[in-house]
């Protein structure tokens, strides 16, 4: 069956650096999206993109933050600058249809990313 | 804006028995998704059953059902002989349809023990 995937599976880095983190959606699908859960806290959206460009994105995804379509099968998601608070598992999920066509958005596993 | 709201955030059952966790949530449109999303500790975002809200019928996967009244904007889910694998946190989500706006929102979660 396929399913979306992710990597790294947990990232560490100093604040201040820039990380991005890698997704590879299911193949046939047109929607992305990234959500983020810091620990013990509920996920929440970011972003989601399509035909090459943000559809929506929440007040969490400021200019720290941004995405991309590299080529034919990645999605990335970048952070600039990291803070501390930006420690959480993030996850991107892709849909096949957006909108009214829309049904279930598939998961990937989540990156763990520790900003110390 | 929509809000969903899970006001257990720990239950516990026993091993074989039947447990519900509730969910309410709140939004001005007609049409929409609703989600229950399995979290284990690997913290992998799993779908569990998704109800069109312009069913009637409640959905049923396996030992998992819902009991989704539309009017109360209540969508409960109902895990019948419990097993230790069903040990978890549990999300409700809601998904609106009917325009660009597809992101999922989630409730804060119920943590589920499953007692040997």
């Known amino acids: 069956e396929p399913e979306v995937t992710q990597t790294p599976s947990h990232q560490v880095t100093q604040m201040g650096q820039e990380v991005i983190l890698r997704c590879v959606p299911i193949?046939?699908?047109?929607?992305f999206y990234w959500y983020r859960q810091i620990l013990g806290q509920k996920v929440e959206f970011l972003v989601s993109?399509?035909?090459?460009?943000?559809?929506?994105k929440s007040e969490i995804f400021d200019d720290q933050f941004s995405v991309e379509r590299p080529d034919g099968s990645n999605f990335t998601l970048k952070i600039r600058s990291t803070k501390l608070e930006d420690s959480a598992m993030y996850f991107c999920?892709?849909?096949?249809?957006?909108?009214?066509?829309?049904?279930?958005?598939?998961f990937g596993p989540g990156t763990r990313l520790t900003v110390t | 804006a929509q809000t969903v709201t899970q006001s257990q955030p720990e239950m516990s059952v026993q091993e074989a028995e039947t447990v519900t966790l509730s969910c309410t949530y709140d939004?001005?449109?007609?049409?929409?998704?609703l989600f229950w999303y399995k979290q284990p500790p690997s913290r992998q975002m799993i779908l569990v059953i998704r109800?069109?809200?312009?069913?009637?019928q409640n959905a049923t996967e396996n030992r998992f059902s819902v009991n989704f009244q539309k009017a109360a904007k209540s969508f409960s889910l109902k895990i019948s002989d419990s097993q230790l694998g069903d040990a978890a946190m549990y999300f409700c989500?809601?998904?609106?349809?009917?325009?660009?706006?597809?992101?999922?929102?989630f409730g804060k979660g119920t943590r589920l023990h499953i007692l040997p």
């Open positions: 993109f399509y035909n090459n460009e943000i559809s929506e």
């Open positions: 193949s046939n699908h047109l929607y």
């Open positions: 989500a809601y998904r609106n349809l009917m325009n660009r706006d597809d992101k999922i929102i």
């Open positions: 939004t001005s449109e007609s049409d929409y998704y």
């Open positions: 999920a892709s849909s096949e249809r957006g909108g009214q066509g829309a049904r279930e958005q598939y």
């Open positions: 109800q069109e809200a312009y069913k009637q």
